[in-house]
């Protein structure tokens, strides 16, 4: 008889072994993208599998989203004309990161399979890509890898792939089971919503996602963002940082926790139930964005960039105030949060005002938003005078193309707030995707994949890129493949 012992809420509890409510070769935690690619991984290997999830559903929030795939030198983008290759994006890695290609030994793998066990694996499951785009934070070429449907579409062969007695949705999972021998041997379920027990595995992949809805966690790591009346989020409500919490408990080393993806073209949103996220604002090529001290400090047509989102926190604090007159509030958009009947919008904002102002000249508007009216002026004069001849933004290099001048009353001004949206650290992992423990030694019997993993390897992204879901279906496929092996 095996004595274990369950790890739940950062305890260890002894526990007389019993028997197990299930058993699987590999049994999966997390049925978002990459939980459901180690799932299919494992699989393909002969391997039974069992895939958990708190969730009603199989796909994450990833299943309503575009899933944007990033990768280089593909047979998509040779049909399209694009020229691309590996190298040509590991020689862009720091100016889309922050940090070199050889930071990670990761980022060379990843950048090397994607064109084939990423994208290629996808189109023999019959994944139509559809287009692929260019993104500040995907470098200098057409590098996201659209899917027909976007995230439905992706995941749509992954899900199928699985019999429904191998998806337990709607089944909480509290822990991870533990030999004597330290060896993980399966997980721990119930919370009063699913059957109380444990699944037996004879190994276990976590892909349970990031921890970003675990705010004081993510003040610790970024402390910049302590002075924010909110820390705002743009990642899914199961990101609770269970899968870290059990890893750290088991004695798990990670990367650096301290890597997470900020969008910064959000606004505070007032629709019920999204109180702590931030709506996408549209066209913000058309304003003017500045920090508290009432100047410009990125190019605002990449402002949806990840790069704009860790200056906005690093230096500002997490957020800024988009300054626009009447012609450009014409075109500014904001996307809501969860598809709902109500949205955000400009009036709404401005006739709650704390979040948007709107006066008739500048000086009205600094001092409705605590702006420096002098500087505020005086930016704003700067930056209508690149509208000249010749349309160059001497301070941030903006293509001023498809923006104008501010002249129009009346003027605008919406706060911006810092959206905490992807982790790219997480628990660190072994070449095979095994997670490791603070002496590099491999914690027997356990895998982990996806944003858990900070997409792959416990680091591979520093502030982040576009199209993260290819690193995590790809470190998912390696953890999958090395829990099935004998």
């Known amino acids: 008889?095996?004595?274990?012992?369950?790890l739940a809420c950062a305890t260890n509890e002894e526990v007389e072994a019993d028997a197990p409510l299930a058993a699987a070769d590999v049994v999966v935690v997390g049925a978002g993208p990459a939980?459901?690619?180690?799932?299919?991984?494992?699989?393909?290997?002969?391997?039974?599998?069992?895939?958990?999830?708190?969730?009603?559903?199989?796909?994450?929030?990833?299943?309503?989203?575009?899933?944007?795939?990033?990768?280089?030198?593909?047979?998509?983008?040779?049909?399209?004309?694009?020229?691309?290759?590996?190298?040509?994006?590991?020689?862009?890695?720091?100016?889309?990161?922050?940090?070199?290609?050889?930071?990670?030994?990761?980022?060379?793998?990843?950048?090397?399979?994607?064109?084939?066990?990423?994208?290629?694996w996808l189109l023999d499951l019959g994944v139509v890509f559809d287009n692929v785009l260019e993104d500040p934070d995907a470098g200098s070429v057409a590098r996201l890898h659209h899917p027909e449907g976007g995230g439905a579409g992706l995941l749509a062969p992954l899900i199928d792939a699985r019999k429904p007695d191998e998806l337990w949705m709607a089944t909480a999972v509290t822990g991870l089971r533990v030999d004597d021998t330290g060896r993980v041997v399966g997980v721990a379920t119930g919370d009063g919503a699913s059957a109380s027990g444990?699944?037996?595995?004879?190994?276990?992949?976590?892909?349970?996602?990031?921890?970003?809805q675990d705010k004081e966690r993510v003040v610790e790591l970024v402390p910049s963002l302590a002075g924010l009346d909110d820390v705002y989020l743009a990642a899914g409500d199961n990101a609770r940082g269970d899968g870290l919490q059990w890893g750290e408990d088991l004695?798990?080393?990670?990367?650096?926790?301290?890597?997470?993806?900020?969008?910064?073209?959000?606004?505070?949103?007032?629709?019920?139930?999204?109180?702590?996220?931030?709506?996408?604002?549209?066209?913000?090529?058309?304003?003017?964005?500045?920090?508290?001290?009432?100047?410009r400090f990125f190019d605002e047509s990449r402002f949806g960039s990840f790069r704009a989102?860790?200056?906005?926190?690093?230096?500002?604090?997490?957020?800024?105030?988009?300054?626009?007159?009447?012609?450009?509030?014409?075109?500014i958009t904001f996307a809501d949060l969860e598809f709902t009947p109500d949205a955000v919008t400009l009036e709404g904002l401005v006739s709650r005002g704390s979040n948007a102002f709107v006066a008739d000249d500048?000086?009205?508007?600094a001092e409705a938003t605590g702006l420096p009216p002098d500087t505020l002026a005086a930016t704003v004069d700067r930056y209508n005078g690149f509208f000249g001849a010749e349309r160059v933004d001497l301070d941030l290099g903006k293509n001023l193309e498809q923006s104008a001048p501010l002249l129009t009353p009346p003027f605008y001004a919406v706060r911006l707030?810092?959206?905490?949206?992807?982790?790219?650290?997480?628990?660190?992992?072994?070449?095979?995707?095994?997670?490791?423990?603070?002496?590099?030694?491999?914690?027997?019997?356990?895998?982990?994949?996806?944003?858990?993993?900070?997409?792959?390897?416990?680091?591979?992204?520093?502030?982040?890129?576009?199209?993260?879901?290819?690193?995590?279906?790809?470190?998912?496929?390696?953890?999958g493949a090395a829990a099935a092996s004998p």
């Open 198 to 212: 444990w699944i037996e595995g004879t190994a276990t992949v976590l892909a349970t996602g990031g921890f970003l």
């Open 1 to 6: 008889m095996v004595f274990a012992f369950v």
């Open 35 to 120: 939980g459901l690619a180690a799932a299919w991984e494992a699989a393909e290997r002969g391997r039974s599998v069992l895939v958990v999830d708190l969730a009603d559903n199989p796909g994450g929030t990833a299943l309503w989203g575009e899933a944007y795939t990033f990768a280089a030198g593909t047979e998509v983008q040779e049909a399209l004309g694009v020229v691309d290759s590996p190298d040509a994006a590991a020689a862009e890695w720091y100016e889309i990161t922050g940090v070199e290609a050889d930071s990670s030994a990761w980022v060379a793998r990843y950048l090397a399979a994607a064109p084939t066990e990423v994208i290629g």
């Open 362 to 365: 500048l000086a009205s508007l």
């Open 417 to 479: 707030v810092a959206a905490a949206a992807k982790n790219f650290g997480g628990l660190s992992t072994g070449d095979n995707g095994e997670i490791l423990d603070e002496g590099g030694e491999p914690i027997a019997g356990l895998y982990g994949a996806g944003e858990l993993v900070g997409m792959a390897g416990g680091d591979i992204g520093g502030w982040g890129f576009g199209g993260s879901i290819g690193a995590c279906l790809y470190s998912a496929r390696v953890a």
């Open 251 to 295: 004695g798990a080393a990670t990367g650096p926790l301290e890597r997470i993806g900020f969008y910064a073209d959000g606004v505070p949103s007032y629709v019920e139930g999204e109180e702590h996220g931030a709506a996408k604002v549209g066209s913000l090529s058309l304003a003017v964005i500045v920090g508290d001290d009432g100047q």
């Open 309 to 331: 989102g860790r200056e906005m926190v690093d230096s500002h604090g997490g957020d800024a105030w988009a300054v626009f007159d009447s012609a450009g509030a014409a075109y």
